[in-house]
């Protein structure tokens, strides 16, 4: 659209047309006179003053022409390339991922050389991070001739830092080329991000590459979810639990398979299973219930049968570790109260491979109504080794079963009695099988009525700082040095309950206490079995404040202590790893310990090595640490930088003269891929990213219908346009400037010329 206007100058067409008019006046009234003047002459003279006062008046009416165009603004097209490993997986067919995407890439770059000098478009590629790929020097062709090497995919990171980088330039789409597989770790999802570009009017069009779950081609079965290791005794149960998941492979039964290796190297099938496959990603849970075997170290494989079809097997099968011990300790714990107690106390029972804890909540019905329950052959000789009592009262038991396990102990198993409104005389101990059990002093006049209000006679209100009465290896926190400083920095109990304090006689001992010298725990002999009184359920701080170390070595030494197992085995190294199945970027550490003599702690050596599947040894660093409690001496360290496969982790003591054992924890370094993981290409992900910028144009377009783009940026584009306003106004450019001046100069010069040409100058 053009159009004429004028720009006077001044802003005033009426002083133009004054000065029009003087000078139109001027040339008519102001008449040459001379003899030599015709009327020819005369004519010619006015004409020439008449054109010079019309330039004159359109120089200072300043004519312009004003021309209108629609235009797109100026904008850069995004293209993100999936530089990720899942790119290596097949997209259906004989193709791989990484090869469509460059098929798709070659017949989207000529699409870019579209003639539009406003568009700019900027390559990157993506994985856990964005980087851009320059078309000009080649990048994009180098970096598709190489292999994906990104080990996460995170979509929402690759869609924000686009909008990041385009800051101060507008984007006029992104195109998302890739599986759609998010595998990293995120806070905010792609979805979000996806939002924030249909709020800036930026449309994405998502190509995704790879087969769907609703394909053949997406078939896959795998095993995940097994411990990494199990820790059992001789003759226990024990349970081996994972997760099969199977996709595409409807109502198809999927054989599995257990086997167990030996220390040789022998392996046999120990369990078999059929699971059925449900329909489309099913995830069932597995559990197979089996009997440990003979003492020693084990090798565990859940395998599950390759399917028909299936593109990835590398994670049909997991394996885990099976350490079977000789002797052990198996813990019932009866609990009254559901209470944080109970929750930390069996998360630090259940950190040692020494024991193995059973967990009963005994919950009062109504008005005990259910009292007392019927623990079945709980107290029958040799099923626990200890008996710990929480929160409970003695009526939850019975005056038979509180029989039994009075028994029990006598015969040589262990109890631990913990504080609580129900717990000694406030739970009718007192008067109980248990009263002449128990280390510490009883009265049945001292009974807690059920359903009142606690007795502050039988309770102690914190805080309760905790001192050390005498040293022993139960209260032994610290690995060398003041035990009570470690104690001191442990939170104050909220409270305890008040003991009428330990029984005068022997093998009673009192080993913690309050400042006001309470009794907080005693210990004591009774028959052939260890009892351990502690007033106080509030230890669970310790474990919160981050003491959790502290927490689980005091409650594991006193365990141990009532096994008669209070001192490390002079004769035997103890080691332990963080984890026994890994990656190969995950730092693992190692703990080796060694009981005996404390004084000659410094004197000890131990030598660790990593063993390999051909039996190459590598020395591994290993720093020493203080004696521990019970005289125990113990070594740390960390694994090297190991290649996927199966290994041995090697302690032995090279102490001169020392006969001890080797010991050896087979792990494996495991390829734990989550990129390699996922044989089917999440289309429906990539589908809604681009459905939510579906308004202004978003679509997501399969790689066979490629050249449509061309048409969507071009609609884009059109959506895009804004006015760009041309003006051309007289004397503003150099040419007709000085065109103006000289037409204006040269008639008034040419009235000069002819007048004194004519002899009228």
């Not at 006015?46 to 100026?74: M, Y």
């Not at 507008?170 to 991000?193: E, F, K, N, R, Y």
């Not at 099938?269 to 496959?277: G, K, L, M, N, S």
């Amino acid at each position: 659209m053009s159009s004429w206007t004028t720009q006077p100058i001044f802003d005033s067409l009426g002083l133009i047309g004054l000065v029009a008019i003087l000078f139109v006046l001027t040339t008519l009234l102001v008449v040459p006179q001379s003899t030599q003047l015709t009327q020819r002459r005369r004519r010619t003279l006015i004409g020439l003053r008449l054109v010079a006062a019309t330039v004159l008046v359109l120089a200072l009416l300043r004519p312009t022409h004003v021309v209108t165009l629609q235009q797109p603004a100026a904008a850069t097209l995004a293209i993100l390339l999936d530089g990720s490993r899942s790119m290596t997986l097949p997209a259906g067919g004989t193709r791989s991922r990484w090869q469509s995407q460059s098929e798709v890439w070659q017949r989207i770059a000529p699409m870019l050389d579209s003639g539009d000098p406003t568009l700019k478009t900027a390559v990157y590629e993506y994985s856990g991070d964005l980087s851009p790929l320059d078309p000009a020097t080649g990048a994009v062709d180098a970096f598709l001739k190489s292999q994906p090497e990104g080990k996460q995919t995170d979509l929402a990171a690759a869609l924000r830092d686009t909008i990041t980088r385009a800051a101060g330039s507008p984007l006029a789409g992104i195109v998302l080329i890739g599986d759609g597989t998010q595998t990293a770790d995120i806070d905010i999802g792609p979805q979000a991000v996806a939002q924030t570009l249909a709020s800036l009017e930026v449309p994405l069009w998502t190509v995704p590459i790879g087969p769907s779950q609703d394909t053949s081609a997406a078939r896959d079965v795998a095993i995940d979810g097994m411990p990494d290791q199990f820790s059992v005794f001789a003759k226990n149960l024990f349970q081996v639990t994972a997760t099969l998941s199977a996709q595409g492979l409807d109502n198809r039964s999927i054989p599995l398979r257990l086997m167990l290796t030996n220390a040789q190297g022998e392996t046999e099938e120990i369990a078999q299973r059929e699971i059925v496959a449900r329909g489309g990603d099913d995830d069932q849970r597995i559990a197979i219930e089996l009997p440990a075997p003979a003492p020693g170290n084990y090798r565990l494989d859940l395998i599950a049968e390759p399917q028909d079809g299936e593109i990835l097997t590398d994670n049909n099968r997991q394996t885990a570790f099976l350490d079977v011990r000789d002797v052990g300790g198996r813990v019932l714990y009866l609990e009254g109260q559901p209470r944080p107690e109970q929750l930390f106390l069996r998360r630090s029972i259940a950190a040692s491979a020494d024991f193995e804890l059973s967990f009963q909540w005994i919950e009062r019905i109504g008005q005990g109504k259910n009292w007392p329950v019927d623990l079945g052959t709980a107290f029958e000789p040799d099923r626990y080794d200890i008996y710990i009592l929480g929160d409970l009262d003695s009526q939850a038991l019975g005056e038979k079963q509180l029989q039994a396990l009075r028994q029990r102990i006598d015969e040589g198993a262990g109890l631990l009695t913990l504080g609580g409104f129900h717990s000694f005389d406030a739970g009718g101990y007192g008067s109980s099988p248990l009263a002449d059990v128990l280390p510490v002093k009883t009265s049945p006049d001292r009974r807690q009525s059920y359903g009142q209000p606690p007795d502050p006679q039988l309770q102690i209100e914190g805080p309760l700082p905790v001192r050390i009465t005498r040293p022993h290896p139960i209260n032994q926190l610290a690995a060398g040095g003041p035990q009570q400083a470690a104690w001191d920095q442990l939170r104050p109990l909220k409270g305890a309950n008040r003991l009428l304090g330990p029984k005068p006689i022997p093998g009673v001992e009192v080993l913690l206490e309050t400042p006001s010298e309470e009794p907080l725990l005693v210990i004591g002999d009774f028959g052939n079995g260890r009892c351990a009184a502690f007033a106080g359920d509030s230890t669970w701080q310790w474990w919160r404040q981050g003491e959790r170390e502290l927490h689980q070595r005091f409650w594991r030494q006193v365990l141990l202590w009532l096994m008669r197992r209070e001192l490390a085995s002079p004769d035997q190294i103890d080691l332990q790893m963080d984890r026994r199945r890994f990656a190969a970027d995950i730092e693992v550490q190692f703990q080796a310990s060694l009981g005996g003599d404390a004084d000659d702690a410094a004197e000890r050596k131990l030598t660790v090595q990593v063993i390999d599947s051909a039996d190459k040894a590598i020395d591994v660093p290993v720093a020493k640490s203080d004696a521990q409690a019970g005289g125990a001496t113990a070594w740390t360290g960390k694994l090297p930088e190991l290649a996927d496969g199966m290994y041995r982790l090697r302690a032995k003591d090279t102490t001169t003269g020392s006969k001890i054992e080797p010991q050896e924890l087979a792990f494996q370094v495991a390829s734990i891929d989550r990129e390699l993981s996922r044989p089917v290409a999440d289309i429906a992900q990539m589908q809604q990213l681009a459905q939510v910028t579906s308004e202004i144009g978003g679509r997501s377009i399969p790689p066979e219908q490629i050249e449509s783009l061309r048409e969507l940026i071009a609609q884009n584009r059109q959506r895009s346009v804004s006015p760009v306003v041309q003006q051309w106004r007289l004397g503003d450019e150099p040419v007709s400037g000085w065109l103006t001046m000289l037409i204006f100069g040269g008639l008034l010069t040419s009235d000069w010329v002819l007048r004194k040409r004519w002899g009228m100058v």
